[in-house]
């Protein structure tokens, strides 16, 4: 009953938020036939993160096929438990409706990663039950979009499980929201002029015979060479 809570507030959270980038924005979107690989398994979409509204653009980047939608739900967030705090009761009653996974913060961290058994316990536990999660390997953002150094969580989890992760880039997320005044829009979202693009990326397999540095590197590394493949490609065509 729970789970179809979730695919239910999913579902509606994902053509909300793809109407309001429609309307507030050029919002585009590439490569969701490289889901239909992964429709019918366990997965991992990995993203680059520069925006508290990268959830939103994510979900809105999903099929809209309401048969294919109900394959990829319910597809959880991992979210740090600091957002569950009832200090904030909206945001903590919005994560739970959507079926967010909450990722512990580890209090000793050991230096031979021990420490994610035990903060990574819940996605892939989902995972091996055959579910869907999407992480943002960089955790937190940097405003003007440059990118962070990842952390080793989604390698850690694509070794535990071996769940193909599917890589997405997002272009223009970092000029949707204000720097000034957080959790608002831009005059210039308002007005329609910004750009979002969401590229979803080829599953990547296997990371074998690599450190969980190398293997974080190596997927950042892929979601960020999707805009110079899309640059590319657009070049060409010119």
């Known amino acids: 009953m729970f789970i179809n809570f979730i695919k239910i507030s999913q579902l509606s959270y994902c053509c909300f938020s793809f109407l309001a980038l429609k309307i507030f924005t050029r919002f585009e979107i590439e490569g969701q036939e490289n889901i239909k690989e992964v429709e019918d398994s366990s997965a991992i979409f990995a993203s680059n993160h520069n925006s508290y509204i990268d959830s939103g653009i994510s979900a809105a980047a999903m099929p809209k096929n309401s048969i294919y939608l109900k394959k990829i739900a319910p597809l959880r967030f991992l979210v740090m438990d600091k957002y569950f705090s009832w200090k904030i009761p909206p945001i903590r009653i919005f994560l739970e409706a959507m079926g967010t996974i909450k990722v512990k913060k580890a209090k000793i961290k050991s230096e031979g990663h021990s420490h994610l058994h035990?903060?990574?316990?819940?996605?892939?536990?989902?995972?091996?039950?055959?579910?869907?999660?999407?992480?943002?390997?960089?955790?937190?953002f940097y405003k003007n979009g440059e990118p962070k150094k990842p952390r080793v969580g989604v390698a850690f989890i694509h070794q535990q499980t071996g769940a193909p992760i599917l890589p997405v880039r997002i272009i223009g997320n970092n000029n949707i929201m204000s720097k000034v005044v957080p959790f608002l829009p831009k005059i210039t979202t308002l007005l329609g002029l910004n750009k979002i693009k969401v590229i979803i990326g080829k599953p990547i397999r296997s990371l074998e015979n690599m450190s969980l540095d190398e293997a974080s590197r190596e997927i950042m590394k892929t979601i960020y060479e999707i805009k110079s493949c899309f640059n590319s490609s657009k070049n060409n065509q010119t």
């Open 118 to 140: 035990y903060v990574l316990s819940e996605p892939i536990k989902f995972l091996k039950q055959g579910g869907k999660i999407w992480i943002y390997p960089e955790g937190g």
